[in-house]
């Protein structure tokens, strides 16, 4: 059973892995070890990943006994494997997260939040044990109006909506969460009501509450645990298509002997560290410090890019085999370029590296 002793020394493991991850003074041990998951399966990858966008969705707007309570939740152990979703995205509020129109009313009475609206793109969705669901509490507000919530599975009230037929990724469940009169417990409410009044009075009066935004904050700290994953598929992409340049014969030797294939190996190879050392340094920058100039933004465009990149060179290198579902570096393009698009866009991520080097509002 998961409370028997065994259950119980997996969760601690897993619990001292998570501890020790987030709380290495480096912040390198979370990239490192997710760029070889994704060298793995992108798709596995992706469905523990999206845990792992929920827990640090809990763990920035969290009190420290919400954190406690909920992020062990988000993952489980090995005889209880359990999952988070971090639920954002809407049909008509992709990368404009400020027009989320998942409302979140609060009854006095009964010291109850009700939440009403679509998620769409969800990883895990409708199938997670907790999700964390951004919902405006002040549409007029915008993105400053809005609160983070935990809905625990079972809860009245929430479902799963379309599941989607994906490109990519697809070991990755991905679907629509509904909330439909969805009731939680005031308790629920992440950072706590006192804390939600006082920032939406300094929001009203103000104009702006001087914090950011839930769903931004969270993806501001993953950016660089994004632009990882998207190494760990381009550096899988990439050693399959050297060994294969290195066997594979034309003209009476190997094709790794041909400057066309040579040259395009050295790319890849070149590009995939040049984006790993943003992808590290941005980590870096994350625990000490924070971003001066977009570098969480810069690591996870500049490593989403280089995917694309690789993997479709490394289809080239196979040739008509690359084209072929018998190789596998159809997945990995496949698999790359989400990366392109979701958790912020690669043109959102200019947006912000503009906006962070000029010090001006760039639309």
């Known amino acids: 059973m998961a409370g028997g002793p065994t259950g119980r020394r997996d969760r601690s493991l897993r619990l001292e892995f998570l501890l020790n991850a987030f709380g290495d003074t480096t912040s390198l041990t979370l990239p490192v070890v997710v760029e070889e998951l994704f060298w793995g399966d992108a798709g596995i990858g992706m469905a523990i990943m999206g845990s792992a966008l929920a827990a640090a969705g809990i763990s920035g707007n969290g009190t420290p006994e919400q954190v406690m309570e909920w992020v062990p939740q988000c993952y489980g152990d090995a005889k209880n494997v359990q999952l988070g979703a971090f639920c954002v995205s809407e049909p008509d509020a992709g990368s404009d997260v400020s027009s989320l129109r998942t409302r979140a009313v609060y009854d006095e009475a009964n010291d109850e939040w009700v939440l009403n609206g679509t998620k769409a793109w969800i990883t895990n969705g409708g199938i997670a044990d ?207 370029k989400i990366h392109t698009i979701f958790e912020g866009t690669s043109e959102i991520q200019q947006l912000v590296i503009a906006r962070a080097i000029s010090g001006m509002r760039i639309e």
Not at 134 to 141: I, K, Q, T
Not at 210 to 239: C, D, N, W
Not at 276 to 297: D, H, P, Q, T, Y
């Open 130 to 336: 907790v999700h964390v669901v951004v919902a405006a509490v002040d549409p007029e507000l915008k993105g400053r109006g809005q609160a983070s919530f935990i809905v625990p599975k079972g809860t009245k009230g929430i479902s799963m909506g379309q599941k989607y037929k994906k490109h990519g990724i697809r070991a990755s469940h991905t679907s629509e969460v509904v909330l439909d009169d969805c009731r939680i417990p005031g308790r629920m409410l992440l950072g706590g009501k006192e804390k939600l009044d006082a920032k939406l009075a300094r929001a009203r009066e103000r104009g702006h509450s001087g914090e950011k935004q839930p769903a931004m904050s969270t993806f501001e700290a993953t950016r660089p645990t994004v632009g990882a994953q998207a190494l760990g598929i381009a550096r899988a992409a990439y050693e399959y298509a050297l060994d294969y340049a290195k066997e594979r014969k034309t003209f009476g030797k190997p094709i790794v002997q041909h400057q066309a294939i040579a040259f395009k190996l050295a790319n890849m190879a070149t590009e995939i560290d040049a984006a790993r050392l943003l992808v590290w340094r941005a980590a870096w920058l994350a625990r000490n410090g924070g971003f001066k100039n977009g570098e969480g933004s810069m690591s996870k465009y500049k490593a989403s890019e280089v995917a694309v990149r690789v993997t479709e060179d490394a289809i080239q290198i196979l040739g008509g085999y690359g084209y072929t579902r018998e190789y596998p570096v159809e997945r990995w393009h496949r698999d790359a």
